[in-house]
C-alpha cells in the first residue's frame, strides 16, 4: 500500500532555531501534500496545503514565514519551522495525495513531534 | 459553529461491549467521511472511508452517514482493549481536497 515516511519522529530544539520535517512517498507520486498541527488532545488543524512545483496556500492565521513547506519533487515535502519558540511545540502530521496512491486518496505520515526548549 | 463536532469522550467501556461513536457537520457540501483510529504519538490510520450516505461495514467495525441529517457514526462490535485510542471523524467536500477533522474520541476498553 501507500506509504508516506515522515521524519524525525521526534525533535527536540532550542529556542530561535529552525527545525525541518520532512515527508517522503514511497511508492506513489504525492501531487499534493497537506501539513497539519494537533495540540494535546485537540484535533487535527491543517496548516496548509502545497501542491508540487507550486507555492503552499496557508490557512488562515498560519504564518507563512515561520512555517516554510516546499514540495518541490513528487516525492518529497519539508516543512521548517522558523525562529522556534516554545509555544510550537506540537504534534506535525503529514498526509499526502496523489497518482497511485491509496484508494480513498490520502496517506498519512507518522507524526513528528516537536518539543521547543 | 465549527465544521464538525464531536464529543471527546472519554469513553470508557467493558471488553465485548457495543460502542457508538458520532460527529455532527455543519457543511452541506461534505461528501466523503472518514474514520481514523490514532494511538498515542503516532499519526492517524484510516478505518473507514464512506462516500455520501449510507452505510458501511468491515469487521467489527460500521460505518453510518445520514446526509439529511449531518450525522455519521461508528459502531464498534465486541469491543476490544486494543481498541482503545482515539478516534477522528474526518470529511471533504470534494475528492482530494484536505480533509477537516473532529476534534476526537478517547476510548478505553477495559478487560
Known amino acids: 500500500g501507500a506509504v508516506v515516511s515522515q521524519h524525525p519522529s521526534r525533535v527536540i530544539c532550542k529556542s530561535g532555531t529552525s527545525v525541518k520535517i520532512e515527508c517522503r512517498s514511497l511508492?506513489?507520486?504525492?501531487?499534493?501534500m497537506f501539513w497539519y498541527r494537533q495540540f494535546p488532545k485537540k484535533s487535527l488543524m491543517l496548516m496548509a496545503t502545497?501542491?508540487?512545483?507550486?507555492?503552499?496556500?496557508?490557512e488562515q492565521g498560519v504564518e507563512k514565514d515561520k512555517f516554510l513547506i516546499n514540495h518541490a519533487s513528487l516525492t518529497l515535502s519539508t516543512l521548517t519551522v522558523t525562529s522556534a519558540h516554545p509555544e510550537d511545540s506540537s504534534f506535525y502530521i503529514c498526509?499526502?495525495?496523489?497518482?497511485?496512491?491509496?484508494?480513498?486518496?490520502?496517506?498519512f505520515g507518522s507524526g513528528t513531534r516537536l518539543t521547543v526548549v | 459553529q465549527k465544521e464538525v463536532e464531536q464529543d471527546p469522550g472519554p469513553l470508557s467501556v467493558p471488553e465485548g461491549a457495543i460502542v457508538s461513536l458520532n460527529c455532527t457537520y455543519s457543511n452541506s457540501a461534505f461528501q466523503y467521511f472518514m474514520w481514523y483510529r490514532q494511538y498515542s504519538r503516532k499519526g492517524p490510520e484510516l478505518l473507514m472511508y464512506?462516500?455520501?450516505?449510507g452505510n458501511k461495514e468491515d469487521g467489527r467495525f460500521t460505518a453510518q452517514v445520514d446526509k439529511s441529517s449531518k450525522y455519521i457514526s461508528l459502531f464498534i462490535r465486541d469491543s476490544q482493549p486494543s481498541d482503545s485510542a482515539t478516534y477522528l471523524c474526518a470529511m471533504s467536500g470534494q475528492a482530494g481536497t484536505a480533509l477537516i477533522f473532529g476534534k476526537g474520541t478517547t476510548l478505553s476498553v477495559s478487560s
Open positions: 498526509s499526502a495525495r496523489g497518482t497511485g496512491g491509496s484508494e480513498y486518496g490520502y496517506t
Open positions: 464512506t462516500y455520501s450516505s
Open positions: 511508492d506513489f507520486q504525492a501531487t499534493t
Open positions: 502545497s501542491n508540487e512545483g507550486s507555492k503552499a496556500t496557508y
